[in-house]
């Protein structure tokens, strides 16, 4: 084994593929959505300072669910 480190939303991801192998269906969706979660915010993160706006950290706080950050998203 390599000394790799995956991060955080692809060890979710794997877990949701395993939980769903395993019939786990409300597992694989959390940890999928989780997985979802992480990434979205670190784009919305990227774009924030792409385009220099300074007060992004405070809408992600304030759209903490995923249902915000796709409107932050948008």
Wanted: aromatic share 10%; proline share 1%.
């Amino acid at each position: 084994s390599s000394n790799l480190n995956p991060h955080l939303e692809y060890k979710l991801l794997i877990d949701a593929y395993t939980a769903r192998d395993n019939s786990d269906f409300r597992k694989a969706i959390i940890e999928a959505a989780s997985a979802l979660e992480i990434c979205l915010t670190e784009r919305i993160m990227e774009e924030f300072k792409n385009q220099q706006i300074n007060f992004g950290g405070r809408l992600i706080r304030k759209f903490r669910m995923l249902g915000g950050k796709f409107v932050t998203s948008q």
